[in-house]
């Protein structure tokens, strides 16, 4: 039987719920400070920029994968199980990648597995967290959303540490051992609070509810929207320095750039719950495309970072809003398996461009083209929901 949203049973301790869903995502979001791995992945590896960039395009096509097909998991275990789960099949990953000797082995472990612990994980954790609060389900979204970005803020300064003291090796075994410090909280947290995870069936009669064509709108719109962020997020310290920047000031990029993403994210959510999402998936890839063109004019110094920060902030609000639009339109628990269709956008947004950003590196030397390309894909974005505003 499909609960509809009004039909969820109330989750008392909502609170208990989110923050153990933070506390999962902030961690897994580690994954989008990839860009320090860059260029001591290509000295490691002895291969080209587009090669290591590929590392990073596989491991969101995996995690697209984990969101896509999570809910066909999410009803096999109870939440403290799927925890478990999540975070041990991620530090088989990260344990594969730093045995690495080739970097085929690295998309394997960090690609693959990594990354499909990623999807399985952050899918879980917004869904979970915006049941257990239905009233706000807006804000906690944007709640988790941005714990997801909090860990591409964090994580750049010890990995960076690590990488430059240590090597690869123990730059991915810093990870493992996150992961296995998280495992209990968020296990014990999930336990504590005796949360359930409602998943409708997949049903041959579709919903009135469910019109294909605006789904498709969504998809496309989506797609195009977070282009721009992956692209930067994935090649972020190579920007910089292409810019003019070094030493300590290469590292601030991929921390600012998530830190707005974070701030965006928890904006975006208050917005959700407030503002009608048309609005809202019109104005911010407008702003991200606006960002990129000026970063593709004035490539230069200081600068970058403020660029840098508003693509970041526009992604961040993007990616929690649009599951808050999602959930409105089709409903808490219907609205979990759409947005994992809807998700595959952004997997091929993310395979496309960190590939696309490092191709074009490899080709002119700079990133002034692949800059401008996430900013017509912005521009389309917003023309798609312009287009969606007259859906009924």
């Known amino acids: 039987m499909m609960h509809k949203a009004s039909e969820l049973p109330n989750q008392p301790q909502g609170m208990w719920v989110t923050l153990a869903s933070m506390v999962l995502a902030s961690v897994l979001g580690s994954v989008h400070a990839f860009a320090v791995f860059l260029e001591p992945m290509e000295n490691y590896f002895q291969t080209s920029r587009s090669q290591v960039s590929l590392t990073y395009s596989f491991t969101l096509l995996s995690l697209t994968l984990g969101v896509l097909i999570g809910h066909r998991f999410y009803g096999l275990l109870r939440p403290v199980s799927f925890s478990i789960a999540v975070c041990g099949l991620a530090l088989i990953g990260t344990l594969i990648a730093a045995s690495a000797t080739h970097i085929i082995m690295v998309w394997l472990g960090y690609s693959l597995l990594f990354g499909l612990a990623n999807g399985l994980g952050y899918g879980f954790a917004l869904q979970i967290s915006a049941q257990s609060n239905l009233e706000n389900k807006g804000f906690v979204m944007g709640l988790v959303t941005a714990s997801y970005a ?42 504590w609070s005796r949360a359930q995870l409602h998943v409708s069936p997949p049903d041959h009669k579709q919903s009135p509810r469910v019109n294909q064509h605006v789904i498709f709108f969504f998809w496309l719109a989506y797609g195009l929207a977070v282009m721009a962020g992956l692209m930067a997020i994935g090649h972020a310290t190579a920007i910089a ?139 389309g974005s917003a023309l798609v929901v312009l287009t969606l505003l007259n859906e009924k």
Do not use: C, H
């Open 150 to 191: 909090l860990g591409s803020v964090l994580s750049p300064w010890p990995l960076a540490f690590v990488l430059n003291s240590f090597g690869l090796m123990w730059a991915m075994l810093s990870l493992t051992f996150a992961l296995f410090v998280i495992m209990p909280v968020v296990s014990g947290l999930l336990y």
């Open 241 to 379: 320095e292409q810019a003019g920047l070094n030493g300590q000031l290469i590292l601030i990029a991929p921390s600012v750039l998530a830190l707005f993403s974070m701030s965006g994210s928890l904006l975006g959510g208050w917005m959700a719950d407030r503002i009608s999402f048309k609005v809202t998936l019109t104005v911010l890839p407008l702003l991200s495309a606006l960002s990129l063109a000026l970063l593709a004019l004035f490539l230069v110094d200081i600068s970058v970072l403020f660029g840098l920060g508003v693509t970041g902030f526009a992604y961040g609000a993007i990616i929690s809003i649009y599951p808050a639009a999602i959930a409105t339109r089709f409903g808490a628990v219907e609205g979990v398996r759409i947005y994992g269709k809807v998700f595959i956008a952004w997997g091929i947004a993310g395979f496309v461009g960190p590939w696309l950003a490092g191709r074009l590196y490899d080709l002119n030397g700079d990133y002034r083209l692949a800059l401008i390309i996430g900013s017509i894909a912005g521009l």
